[in-house]
């Protein structure tokens, strides 16, 4: 008893001076960010799908209820449930802090009219916090400034295009514009311009907001940087393991950097693997082939399985870079195995079956959201999956999904873990 007390007074010490805390992908899930659909989802035209990253148009209203049922799930099972937006809309309660914010985000929707910038900087002014930062995700339809006279050479040239700022349909995936790792976090630089803008909420939120601006959270990424890093490539497979994705939407360059910092900081962490995974939408980040469900479990597409090229990165001080890489062909099973200490198992999504596998990892049937070891949130539609899951004793929460499932991603990428319980 005195053990376990010890235990939990050393738990409550971590959360008092750490307001993230994410060790490994399965600990207990304490407190996770989310974001709500809004109306950038009903700004999705056809003609836009290719633009803004998108392969269907989900409905709203049923993608909203599914979301509510996510959300309250993890609810019943303890966890804290933050909203992006909430918490951007409180970060920029001061006034210079608004305001800086309100020509940031103008400026990085691209709008190059002064006499355009202006009117739109008035508009988004007569919003509440809240109703503003709801605005800028939805995007800004030209209609919407109808008073503005459009003299310019610029207004008038891009006088086809529906709208002043872009719609942010990808926010949902709050797990790709920034990561949390140990107490600190990657503010990514994301692939896309179209992506890109999404982190300029990170950035304020972990500037400004009471809960987060005076814990000197590390950085060990900054959305200033040149190249690109999204948080579906970032894995903690343990306290000292890290993998990393080079893939279509992370850079290899971007990789070093985060090494070079942890290791600076002098963090835990001692070995970053570097998965070299296809430049490809089916391989678009390392979670959607690819997660752990429990100490030992790990669910795949069966094409990450390999032989893959990993790189093992780790300290060296006797180097200019403070990097020692090694590259490796190996297979994913011996490359988990190495660094875990352990046996693995390696779950293939639809059974391995060509044709199940196929479509149920369309549907992100290997993108899982642990809460705990050995207990996951999945789709509801990747049912074949679902089953062989529980047949390896994962207990599941299943959580319906025909309109979410359309964005392209899963209940990980769904979901950005602030805190966790260390293993």
Known sequence: METIERAKTKEDLTRKNNVLNVTSEIGRLKTVLLHRPGQEVENLTP????????????????????HDAFAKTLRDCGVEVLYLEGLAAEAIGDKDVKAKFISQFIDEAGVESEGLKAALTE????????????????????????????????????????????????????????????????????????????????????????????????LWFNRDETTSLEGGDELILSEKVLAIGISQRTDSASIEKVCKRLFQMNTNFETVLAFHIPASRAFMHLDTVFTMVDYDKFTIHPEIEGPLTVYEITRDKKSASGLKVEKQTMELEAVLEKHLGRKVTLIRCGGGDKIHAAREQWNDGSNTLAIAPGEVVVYSRNHVTNKILESYGIKLHVIPSSELSRGRGGPRCMSMPLYRENL
Do not use: W
């Open 47 to 66: 003609e836009l799908l290719e633009r803004l990253l998108f392969d269907d148009i989900p409905y709203l209203k049923v993608a909203q209820e599914e």
């Open 123 to 218: 508009y988004l002014n007569t919003f509440s916090n809240k109703e503003m930062v709801d605005k800028m995700m939805a995007g800004i339809r030209k209609e919407e400034l109808d008073s503005y006279i459009r003299n310019s050479l610029y207004d008038q040239v891009n006088d086809f295009y529906p709208f002043i700022c872009d719609p942010m349909p990808n926010l949902y995936f709050t797990r790709d514009p920034f990561a949390t790792i140990a107490n600190g976090i990657t503010l990514n630089h994301m692939r896309t311009q179209t992506r890109n803008r999404e982190t300029i909420f990170a950035k304020y939120i972990f500037e400004n907001h009471p809960r987060f601006k005076d814990k000197d959270v590390p």
